[in-house]
């Protein structure tokens, strides 16, 4: 094997250590280091050997990082940083605002495109290989239609729009597909389902000592993006409670397309995950489109882009010849 994709990780939270994880199983790579805005003797990473520096030199690292993976949040961080970043680095990000990824992808790719990088945003589960599969739904069932279902899982996301409420001192959010509505898709009855019919999202919410319980349910209820469209339920826990029962992170879902080909024939096509770590899948996934990122600007394939645009076998470790012979 050649010289290692050389990775470097920016935000180690739950996201950076399930990188930290993956990049530990992938021959062809290796990790330069970790780069955090929290001060760097206080980060612990898995293995003790593992750089860590502050995220604001990280500019000084450029000759010496192939694929910079980006782990902050959807919310607040990776507004700033990814165009900041996608500058210096070729990146990979997992921005799963769905709303606003057009607007994203625009910010990301006039600061990638200049200077030569290569951005993959939006990548993970979904968006990610849920967004593939919608795609491939779409494109193979032309007259149907594709429902996509969350959970039951903890979704990392939503969990952090919460924490970010005035008076929230640790939340999570469970999304819960609807099971009536899981079954009549898949009878291939095609319902026209609300966003509300589809899913319900649970709330267990841990207050700071002077807040109002009254008060932070309804900025969660009526926080647009998030919850606004949902029957949403918060329940008030004690800090204790929210270590004991909602530590672990499981998620999952499916996308399923149902529609009919030549003479009216019903056809139904099921895509699935069971996840206990929600954070290290994604992360998997974001360490292969590293590959793939890194492999893209070789062939001097810059600017943002996305799922859609990337070939499986620019995933893979294995060489084409391989893929072709063991895989097709």
Not at 82 to 106: C, R
Not at 111 to 129: F, H, K, Q, R, Y
């Amino acid at each position: 094997m050649g010289t290692k994709i050389r990775i470097g990780i920016a935000g180690y939270g739950n996201l950076g250590r399930g990188v930290e994880a993956a990049v530990a199983q992938n021959a062809d790579m290796e990790l330069v280091g970790v780069f955090s805005r929290r001060d760097p003797a206080s980060v612990k990473p898995l293995n003790p050997a593992v750089q860590v520096r502050s995220l604001a030199a990280i500019g000084e690292f450029q000759n010496d990082i192939d694929v910079l993976i980006l782990c902050g949040g959807s919310k607040n961080d990776l507004p700033e940083q990814g165009p900041a970043l996608a500058a210096m680095f070729n990146t990979v990000d997992s921005f799963d605002t769905h709303a606003k990824i057009p607007e994203y992808f625009q910010a990301v790719n006039q600061a990638a495109e200049p200077n030569g990088n290569t951005a993959l945003i939006s990548v993970g589960w979904d968006p990610g290989l849920f967004s593939i599969n919608r795609l491939f739904g779409e494109a193979v069932l032309p007259q149907g239609a594709t429902y996509t279902f969350w959970g039951k899982g903890l979704s990392q996301g939503h969990s952090d729009a919460i924490r970010r409420v005035p008076g929230v001192k640790g939340a999570v959010q469970y999304t819960i597909p609807v099971p009536d509505a899981v079954e009549r898709v898949r009878s291939g009855e095609l319902p026209i389902l609300s966003t509300r019919e589809k899913h319900t999202r649970d709330c267990y919410v841990v207050l700071e000592a002077d807040a109002d319980a009254a008060t932070v349910k309804q900025a969660i209820v009526t926080m647009p993006d998030y919850f606004a469209d949902y029957d949403t339920t918060v329940s008030f826990i004690t800090e204790d409670e929210l270590k004991r029962d909602h530590s672990a992170m499981p998620h999952g879902g499916f996308v399923i397309r149902s529609g009919t080909t030549g003479a009216g024939t019903a056809q139904v096509v099921e895509y699935s995950l069971k996840l206990d770590s929600n954070p290290e899948f994604t992360s998997s996934v974001l360490v292969a489109y590293a590959r793939a990122a890194f492999r893209l600007n070789q062939q001097g394939s810059i600017g943002a882009k996305t799922v859609f645009d990337v070939a499986p076998g620019l995933l893979s470790p294995k060489t084409a010849a391989d893929l072709r012979k063991a895989l097709l």
